[in-house]
């Protein structure tokens, strides 16, 4: 899961590039860089860190010029420690190339496999994307075969790139002198979208926040398999590069991935979530009688809206519980399960009042690994709470993801190969409500806007076990596992999990 962005504009970029990523910080808060680009020449700054604290007055001065893209970065593939796996990535052949990527190639082994014995192209890291890069690269160098380039030869590298990249990509991609270019994969997994201000500059991003948020206005969402390229006079040129594509959003988006404020392929996030709220209420009708609940307390944060509907629905008070640190390291990445269980209580405060000798129903966005669930149902049973019961707004989390979530290994989900009441009984609370799989669905595709793009179907793998590129079996998934974040041999667990606050 990243966060990208790229920008043409007539004015310099590296302040809008900046803003536009402490909007998409929550995709990714591990790496952040930026490149811009100043006649031929690229200028660049990347590190480890929050954007804040990665660019610095003299940073942001040594970033001139009117085009550029950055990245906020949580690695799901290669070494999370390194500083070389920070993006941009660059090339110096053909032309000069640098490039963006969120998601994740599940055939990344054999391209680098071809691109060293075939294309005769060195990659340095174990990141994904710079073989991405590298194949673009390969690519642009065969359409043009020493010549000019031309608009019509990128799109013919493009359409090279989809029939030999699988997985999942969205890509933002600088080349020197000519401009800016915007490409999807074919399943449309992740998000991109476009804008444009009142000056006339463009902006590609991850989610519509950052446009909206940076002063631009929603143009439209990139199609699955389409190409955009903006040249340095602010030009759409745009052409649809893939054969067969059709439109899967990855559904983990809008349940807890994006932020509420976007609009993601026609579809309002906080709708979306919303709505979840409205068909998880007649799930727990059917498990707890609504008399039996006294209040309803989500778990910070991204559940709010769920919660919020389904105690409207069920006529129970809504109460906020539990107060958040934001300045605590993130549970996720803390080294053993001890260390994790004690963030959780530092991360977690807990107000009294609303669990004394109350049957309190706690709601949250998910259920991963269940450690978290855990320590927050015993947080209520220590405030006093006579029962506690706790419902998922999304169904139970079986499968891996690798598609871009660094989702642990099956074994690792709590989910996997148990029934709701083994679930139930790991978890310790007095009843456990999931959302089913299809209501997820409805209740998503419910929330598009007039004039969405037609949805035509959802990636949501880790979920219902189905792998939409069709191409993931279970030596894949052995596979892409032993590519999956190398944490520090000091770290006991070495599960990293991209989501904060998922349990």
């Known amino acids: 899961m990243c966060g990208i962005v790229g920008v043409v504009s007539s004015a310099p970029v590296n302040q809008l590039l900046y803003d536009a990523m402490l909007l998409l910080q929550h995709r990714g808060q591990d790496a952040a860089g930026i490149v811009t680009m100043l006649e031929r020449k690229f200028f660049m700054h990347k590190a480890k860190g929050m954007v804040r604290d990665v660019f610095r007055t003299r940073n942001m001065r040594a970033l001139p010029g009117s085009v550029g893209l950055g990245q906020v970065r949580y690695p799901t593939a290669g070494n999370a420690y390194s500083e070389e796996e920070a993006q941009p990535f660059y090339v110096n052949a053909p032309f000069g190339i640098v490039l963006v990527h969120n998601g994740n190639l599940t055939n990344a082994h054999a391209l680098r496999a071809e691109l060293f014995s075939t294309d005769h192209r060195h990659t340095n890291t174990e990141s994904d994307s710079e073989v991405l890069l590298n194949v673009l690269a390969h690519e642009i160098e065969r359409a043009t075969r020493g010549v000019p380039l031309r608009i019509d030869d990128i799109f013919t590298a493009v359409e090279a790139v989809h029939r030999r990249l699988r997985g999942s990509y969205a890509v933002v991609s600088l080349i020197a002198g000519h401009g800016l270019l915007v490409f999807r994969d074919p399943y449309g997994i992740r998000p991109l979208c476009l804008g444009r201000n009142a000056e006339g500059a463009w902006m590609a991003a991850s989610e519509s926040v950052a446009l909206e948020g940076s002063g631009f206005t929603f143009e439209r969402d990139v199609a ?19 054969q ?31 709505n979840l709220g409205e068909t998880l ?55 053993g399960q001890g260390v994790r269980k004690r963030s959780v209580r530092q991360k977690l405060n807990v107000i ?6 109350r049957n309190v129903l706690l709601v949250d966005d998910s259920i991963v690994r269940g450690t978290t669930s855990r320590e927050i149902v015993q947080m209520a049973r220590d405030a006093g709470a006579r029962k506690v019961y706790l419902a998922s707004a999304a169904p139970p989390v079986r499968f891996p993801n690798v598609y871009g979530i660094d989702m642990p290994t099956k074994d690792e989900l709590v989910a996997h190969g148990r029934s709701v009441e083994e679930i139930r009984q790991l978890i310790g609370c007095d009843a456990l409500i999931y959302q089913d799989v299809d209501g997820m669905k409805r209740a998503v595709r419910k ?10 179907g959802f990636e949501a793998s880790c979920f219902d076990g189905v792998y939409v590129t069709g191409d993931i079996d279970t030596d ?15 770290d006991v667990d070495s599960s990293r999990l991209v989501l904060p606050n998922l349990s």
């Open 224 to 242: 699955p398999g389409e190409a955009v390229f903006i040249d340095l006079q602010g030009q759409l040129h745009v052409r649809q590069c893939a």
């Open 244 to 274: 067969a594509p059709t439109l899967h959003p990855c559904i983990f988006e809008y349940v807890y991935l994006a932020r509420p404020d976007s609009t993601l392929d026609g579809i309002s996030v906080y709708q979306a979530r919303l």
């Open 281 to 335: 209420a007649q799930r727990v009708i059917s498990t707890v009688p609504p008399n039996e609940i006294d209040v309803i307390v989500p778990i910070p944060e991204s559940s709010r809206p769920s919660a919020t509907q389904l105690a409207h629905l069920l006529g129970i008070p809504y109460r906020e519980g539990f107060v958040k640190n934001r300045y605590v390291g993130r549970t996720f990445i803390m080294p």
């Open 352 to 357: 009294g009042s609303e669990f004394k000798d």
């Open 447 to 456: 929330a598009a806007s007039t004039g969405a793009p037609a949805i035509d």
């Open 476 to 490: 894949a998934i052995t596979r892409m596992n032993g590519n999956r974040p190398r944490v520090e041999e000091t």
